[in-house]
């Protein structure tokens, strides 16, 4: 029996401690947000964070993660539903096209924030490169990343 | 558009579907063991599904008297303390209009299909927590078979 | 659209009712249409299954109105990020008048109930009037709906211009037609005095005012208008709008539910892997490993593919990679990707200039080449493309009992269906199908392999199981953008002017208009195919055949304005004479970008045009060459879609194509060895990423509000044409062949 705390709350799982965070999370606890896209940490579709680090969590056996604790996407909104500046943001920008990086993104975003509340556009270019985006919105996601910062924003897409 | 291209699109469309391999069975099936724990939910899905018993309707209809208290099951009759549950084998969870459903209901994703109401049923606040629905689980797994069948029979759908 | 000389022989010529009902079957599927309710009309058949209580009524078969006046709009097409949820919302909640605010979207049900060929006929039935927008060609327009929709097929960039145009702004109109002669009839005052906006019908005269939803019960009674007045564009007050997206919300947390989340209780999981040559089959599995290894329910050899079912799919893809498989041979086995290139070369070779199959020819093209005084020639290659759409395939399946359900995310939910009903050995009434939001589709979606992969596992197993591809398994299985070879001779005049213009490609799937130029002004030309097999099986990819031919025919234009000693966008105005709306948008584009205006050393900015599935697009593309590779710093688009209902849809989904194509341009190699995929993943298939998403301006103008185009695709084609002519401009260098990473610019 694997001992983990996931958003907060304590859960216990019974699986082979190699089983990736990923599976775990999808499957035996059932939190779908987080997303299967390569198995080999390129894509950056199940980024959780791991003590409030982003971790590609389909590369990152659930042994880890004990005694640490997960935060999914299900987990960065407020007790009361308050959606984190980063998904409000998110929303602002229309950042999403199909949706299925953007679990990740975001997880990737808010880790990003919290250590490094003014990124420089280098530095979202190096936090993010982990992250791939098939429907190509880069151009909103870091233009939301900007105003989530409370950043100037200056549209990369002009229309 | 031209012509052209509707048609190239049909049959690009089409061949892709005609062309389907008429579905061979497996070459080789090694079954290593059965599913630890078939959930009752199968097993009383695959009941309700095949041609339930008249008798096993008449029972639901009973078993449902509880249920009646806030769910309506008429076509057409207006929601009360819970959702108009007319036809609701097959519906995605939380979506009959006019009624205000939890969060946790509406977001579920859940299509109610009979494995998924049997298991709903059966612990209503641990297979959705967040529900808004009072009832207590209904621990006879044979009522719960009954009374799905009876939202199944088409006394109720 | 009239008339109908293409495409299979069952399907030719006219359309008669007749022919169109065994569309409906050969497909598995029909119509559904929007038709108004009225006594004895079918849609009476649907209100039990959309409609829920007495005080609501479908309109037709795509608007709903509720007690709480909130307008429903059924979406017959599914949502992969494109925004059609919203765009065609927007399209009938403006013709109707709705408030856009109490405005509801529900996908169409994939259901033969609500899609049924009974319902097509009686759309058909002699007494039925059509409504104006589907003439004059009820043929064209039958057929046309039946792909859009009655097949529920989502792609082609369809959607907008099809269903929104034909469809939900008819179904608009009279619904709103319907409420406001149910309230005249109430209120005893004449129809023409009542207006409508906001979901509230008002006569300003007697101070009636009411919603909708008082007068919905009695709208239904009325008759269909034959012909339903739709707006002017001044009279638009949500189309044109850029309205949030519908979908977005529940993207940002993690609560949007995709195929590969599907949740049915008892589900066990599937890996899956098939044989790495197309068409081999699997001759022996060795499993001993496999069946000692935990969590492992069941190994299968399905024959064309190896499946293992475990409790979890970690466990089921940890057992699947200890077992060896033995493949049967093929000829395909020692193909590699310069033997296809190869036999390209060959059998153009052998059409030399005269033959292969004549797809167009006009004027005198062997005159036109005596007479130039400067020709020109070049070939052009592109390799196969993979789709890799972020989200792997995956299907759930639970086959028991003569019934079947299937969860996944498909772009024909219909097709799905049929799938999982011919592998299923089931009828298609005995499947149920539910569709989910799709990670991308890009055409991949549209097959319906992983839907009878599932489903064949999960009629072995009995339970349901939730099948997932690898990434390597969705990289190595897929139906691919063709690789492609084209060569071209173009003839110049003395004071150089295009006058002839041969063209010779492999493969011509879809669209057949994609090689062709018929806007460009040219004295004589012709345009030639032929067909040669290649190894991988070929699937609808982003903007399809327009992805390769954009490429061949904008770089040629190029090299000819370059041969002319023209500048590439002056060369490309004076060939544009007689197209207004194509030269407004390549102006367009040319100023955004201060074409004239110098550049850094090593920089340079390229042009293409390419008009397709309806929508015209320009682009202008710089590069900074001064790194080892190219850099794309900024790409100007001007877009002309005839009317765009959502500009900020829209400008997404140029970004995206550009982000789409871009990555191609720059990395997609698909290649062969050995008659393998030697792709798997990401890290040998890279994706564009952050860093090298190039700024984005652009500029949308409304042309033909009668006609509009597509938005999904149209935006890919000019991309990779338009940075392979910047980095000619910057370095002198011209790029024949796709991706750029196979050139060393250092």
Known sequence: MIKLNVNGQAKAVEVDPATPILWVVRENLGMTGTKFGCGIAQCGACTVHLDGKPVRSCSTPISVAEGKSITTIEGIAGEDGTLHRVQQAWIEAQVPQCGYCQSGQIMTATALLAKNPNPTDAQIDAAMAGNVCRCGMYNRIRQAIKAAAGQPVTKETVA | ?157 | MSKTETGSPEKKGKWTRRAFIGAGVVAGSALVVGVAVRQGNPVNRLNPLLANGKDERLLNAWVKVDADNIVTAVIPHVEMGQGVYTALAQMLADEMDADWNRVRILEAPADMQYVSDSIARDFLAPDLEVPALFEPTVAGGILELAQAMGLQFTGGSYSVRATGQRAMRTAGAAAREMLVAAAASEWQVPAGEISTANSMITHARSGSSAPFSQFALAAAEQSLPARPTLKTPDKYTIMGQPKARHDIPEKVDGSAIFGIDANVPGMKYAAVKAPPVIGATVESMDASTAKTMPGVLQILNMGDFVAVVADGYWQAQQALSSIDTKYSKTEGDGLDQEAIFARYASHLDDAGEDGGDSETEEGDVAKGFADAAVKVEAEYKVPFLAHAAMEPMNCTAWVRDGKCDVWSGHQAPVKARQAAADAAGLPFEDVTYHNAYLGGGFGRRAQGDYIAMATRIAKATGYPVKMIWSREEDTAQDFYRPSATSRFRGGLDKDGRLVSWDNIHTHLFDPKDAPTVPYYKIASHKIRKVEVPMQLRFGPWRSVDHSQHGFFIESFVDELAHAAGKDGYAFRRELLADSPRHLKVLDTAAKMSGWDTPLPDKHGRGIALVPSFGSIVAQVAEVDMSGSKPKVTKVYVAADPGFVINPDGFTAQMESAIAYGLTAALYGDITLASGKVQQSNFHDYPMLRMGEMPAIEVALINGDHQHLGGGGEPGLPPIAPAVTNAIFAATGKRIRELPLAKHDFA
């Open chain 2, 1 to 157: 558009m031209t012509p052209a291209r509707t048609f190239a699109c049909l049959s690009v469309f089409l061949l892709a579907a005609c062309g389907a391999d008429p579905a061979p069975e497996p070459v080789e099936q090694i079954i290593v063991r059965q599913p630890d724990t078939p959930p009752a939910a199968i097993a009383a899905a695959a009941v309700a599904t095949a041609a339930p018993t008249s008798a096993l309707i008449a029972e639901g209809k009973a078993a449902f008297a509880n249920c009646s208290v806030c769910h309506a099951v008429a076509k057409g009759a207006p929601h009360g303390a819970g959702p108009n549950l007319f036809g609701i084998v097959g519906k995605p969870a939380g979506q009959a209009a006019g009624f205000a459903y939890s969060d946790a209901l509406k977001t579920s994703g859940i299509i109610w299909t009979a494995a998924e109401l049997d298991s709903f049923i059966a612990g209503p606040a641990t297979k959705i927590p967040g529900t808004t629905m009072m009832a207590g689980p209904m621990a006879d797994a044979a009522k719960r078979q009954a009374v799905i069948a009876f939202l199944e029979s088409s006394d109720a759908s």
